[in-house]
């Protein structure tokens, strides 16, 4: 009996077909037809024509071939990029774009980290922040302009909300425009968490203890330019970042107290964050999880060392 | 035996197209592999990683594989059936329209028509044209097998039918879409769900492609050109409705600590697990009929093809299963370790036992002997060294970059940047092209051998005529 089914095609295609389904049922339709599959973050937004534009961009390179898109809970990934990814996150994404290999870095809380000045260099020439990075070289984004009503039927295809002023404003941008919005708004919907310092919180300073320090000093000069000056230039005198050198804080004069200092860097700048008073605008990333608390101290003590000299 | 020498034209014309889009996708990967440690090889817009890439896979698994798979299984399914192939015309149309697709598809990818979901890049008039290409395939190869002259249907049928039905399921389910033009379409999955969708669809892409195919033709070449009769029976029957079942269970294992629901996750390494004994049922039987009579190793220049590609299968369906759990792919997910990985099944098994099939076909249509085992032999050296420096680099590195994004200082802090992360791959990457280098070497004597088995079977024909 068994062995009749070898002998009638029919049958064995038949039987083959339905062992095929059992797994694919139970892993897949099924999962996709109960709300747990389809989960929305209360504050997660729809794509702007913008953002949808250089989302389709980003899909045409292959962007995803080369960076993930998701953060995995795990202590040191979350370190690295930030808080780990949520399933509401991704309802508007069609399809997914989590990716499954990091020859760059991951980009799912990338959104806000850095200023658009910067990625518009990096995009540019990814070798002038970065010597030794791989990534191709995306200038040529900024001589292709965008087609609005390509994007508006887009936005119509994806049944997504957006304004006529909107698609108007889509006029004379580029695709790097385009791109650099939608980067911006990638994991935005996950608010950034403060780097926690175990050893700052327990013991943290109000004055920096390396001041004046000509060691500290030194080793803060090696770290500056391994990570500061990409931004605030080698003479910290501002580029894409502000000036380090003037009197100038959040766009209000002044100095700004040690302990601020040290959290501005260990906990980057958002948006509308307040420190002193003074409102940020944001686009500095954090490097409390990259920097101890002795080498932000001695970054200070180099910073402010400068500023002596200035005088 | 008119009807024969047709249809084994049009298998001919399958094997060498299938060749074609070898050597282009071999090169590509190649050209992409400079690129990870030679950003300059970058020729935007269309010659850039982020376009390239998918040229390789798709060229490699749709070009090469499919096209193998085609003309192989229609050689198969004749001799096994004994009979021609129900639609002759309709194989030939199929040879013609599936180098159009091929063309057609490296060109929409080149110009970043592109669907984002892995091995399923191709935009929605594309994937049209894929499936009418598979329907033409299923009519015949089902057609043929339900007209044959033979009353039991040996293993490899069981996998062809298994491998035809899964993929037409699979590619059409992955690649519904809403378009938004001719060249954009949006998936009709979102979120998760789409991530769920795709990995289903991915990881039995590899299971219905680039495995069961590759044993349907493992299953009947190695009897054949060995001359040594199939171990077990028996053992192939629970190895094929195990692995067939489980398979599909599985895709999940490729979004470990995702935000996907984890019973799914936990589901899909469990019977990744459960997959090491149905994939190990072929390997025994095929090391066991070999066992018969192991001088064929040294005597028959074909067995070692197979023996090795069956030999990489085991490593293979070892490695993937121990991937899947939660405490190794939180070291390796995301680094070189899975393209290491990929490609020793890819350039380890599928391209051996490939190579050993076509091997064995060719001369037969020409009803003469290969060119030359000894440019054979070479051949086979080439691709085994090639490969396993692929491998092997690329697992060391991927291991290494792992390590490197976990190292924490002792005061708590990330020891590496991720650029300082990047660049210790960059030796392993130059040692990587090498291992394709030599690789494409091995490809091309392989191919050299083919081509002058086809003239010396051409020129013998011609002197009977």
């Given at each position: 009996m068994a062995g009749n089914i070898y002998s009638k095609p029919v049958l064995f295609t038949i039987v083959s077909a339905i062992v095929i389904l059992i797994g694919t049922a139970v892993t897949m339709f099924i999962p996709m037809l109960t709300p747990q599959m389809h989960p929305r973050l209360e504050n997660l937004k729809p794509f702007t024509p913008l953002q949808l534009a250089g989302r389709d961009i980003y899909q045409r390179e292959g962007c995803n071939n080369c960076h993930t898109q998701t953060v995995r809970p795990l202590k040191t990934e979350v370190m690295r990029y930030g808080e780990y990814s949520k399933a509401g996150e991704f309802y508007y994404d069609r399809p997914f774009l989590w990716g499954s290999k990091r020859t760059g870095p991951?980009?799912?809380?990338?959104?806000?980290?850095?200023?658009d000045a910067w990625h518009y260099r990096h995009f540019e020439d990814p070798r002038s922040l970065f010597p030794q990075s791989n990534m191709p070289s995306y200038?040529?984004?900024?001589e292709r302009l965008i087609d609005p009503e390509e994007v508006r039927r887009h936005m119509d295809v994806l049944n997504l909300p957006y304004t006529e002023e909107e698609i108007e404003n889509?006029?004379?941008?580029?695709e790097m425009d385009a791109l650099i919005a939608y980067i911006q708004s990638i994991g935005t919907a996950v608010k950034r968490r403060p780097v926690v310092k175990k050893a700052v919180v327990r013991e943290?300073?109000?004055?920096?203890?390396?001041?004046?320090?000509p060691r500290a000093i030194a080793r803060g000069r090696d770290i500056f330019m391994e990570h500061c000056a990409m931004c605030h230039g080698d003479d910290a005198k501002g580029d894409i970042g502000p000036s380090l050198v003037d009197d100038v804080f959040f766009y209000v004069e002044g100095d700004l107290p040690d302990d601020d200092y040290f959290e501005v860097i260990n906990n980057g700048t958002f948006e509308g964050m307040v420190e002193e008073g003074r409102t940020a605008k944001g686009g500095m990333p954090p490097f409390g999880e990259e920097l101890g608390k002795d080498e932000i101290w001695s970054v200070i003590s180099y910073i402010r060392s400068l500023k002596e000299e200035g005088r | 035996m008119n009807d024969y020498s047709y249809d084994n034209q049009t298998v001919k014309g399958f094997i060498l197209s299938s060749l074609f889009w070898g050597v282009v996708g071999i090169l590509i990967g190649i050209w992409i592999s400079i690129q990870m440690w030679n950003p300059s090889w970058n020729i935007p817009p269309y010659f850039t990683f982020g376009r390239l890439r998918v040229v390789h896979t798709n060229g490699l698994a749709f070009g090469l594989g499919l096209g193998a798979i085609f003309g192989i299984f229609y050689y198969i399914t004749m001799r096994l059936t004994k009979r021609p192939l129900l639609f002759p015309r309709l194989a030939r149309f199929h040879l013609y329209l599936f180098n159009v697709a091929i063309a057609l598809a490296a060109l929409s990818l080149l110009a970043g028509m592109n669907q984002s979901l892995e091995y399923a890049e191709l935009e929605w008039p594309l994937d049209i044209g894929v499936v009418i290409l598979w329907v033409i395939f299923a009519i015949n190869i089902l057609g043929t097998i339900i007209k044959r002259r033979e009353e039991q249907m040996y293993i490899s049928l069981w996998f062809i039918i298994a491998s035809v039905v899964a993929v037409a399921v699979l590619y059409i389910v992955n690649n519904l879409s809403v378009p938004a033009g001719l060249f954009k379409s949006y998936s009709i999955y979102a979120g998760i769900n789409s991530a769920n969708v795709q990995w289903w669809y991915g990881h039995n892409a590899v299971g219905f492609v680039f495995t069961t195919p590759i044993l349907a033709m493992f299953y009947y070449f190695l009897p054949k050109s060995t001359g040594l009769p199939l171990y077990s029976h028996r053992l192939s029957i629970i190895a094929f409705w195990s692995l067939v079942f489980a398979y599909l269970w599985t895709g999940a294992h490729h979004l470990v600590?995702?935000?996907?629901p984890d019973w799914i996750q936990t589901l899909a390494i469990v019977f990744s697990m459960f997959l090491i004994a149905p994939s190990w049922g072929s390997v025994v039987n095929g090391y066991y009929t070999v066992a018969a009579d192991w001088s064929k190793m040294r005597t028959n220049y074909l067995t070692k093809f197979f023996i090795f590609g069956i030999t990489f299968y085991g490593l293979q369906t070892v490695q993937g299963p121990t991937q899947a759990l939660r405490v190794v792919s939180q070291l390796?997910?995301?680094?070189?370790w899975v393209p290491g990985h990929v490609h020793m099944g890819t350039m380890g098994w599928v391209t051996m036992i490939v190579a050993a099939s076509m091997y064995y076909i060719i001369p037969k249509i020409y009803n003469t002997e290969i060119y030359s085992v000894r440019v054979a032999n070479t051949h086979f050296y080439l691709v085994l060294i090639g490969q396993l420096i692929y491998s092997v680099t690329m697992w060391i590195t991927g291991i290494q970059q792992g390590a490197l994004w976990k190292a924490v200082n002792p005061d708590g802090t990330l020891k590496y940047t991720f650029v300082e992360t990047l660049v210790r791959n960059y030796p392993f990457w130059k040692l990587r092209t090498i291992g394709g280098i030599i690789f494409a070497i091995g490809m091309v004597f392989f191919i050299y051998n083919i081509l002058m088995t086809i003239r010396k079977g051409k020129s013998l024909s011609a002197s009977v005529a």
């Open positions: 991951d980009l799912a809380r990338i959104g806000g980290k850095y200023p200038g040529w984004l900024k889509l006029r004379g941008k580029t943290v300073e109000l004055k920096n203890p390396l001041a004046g320090d | 600590y995702t935000p996907l390796i997910h995301y680094t070189d």
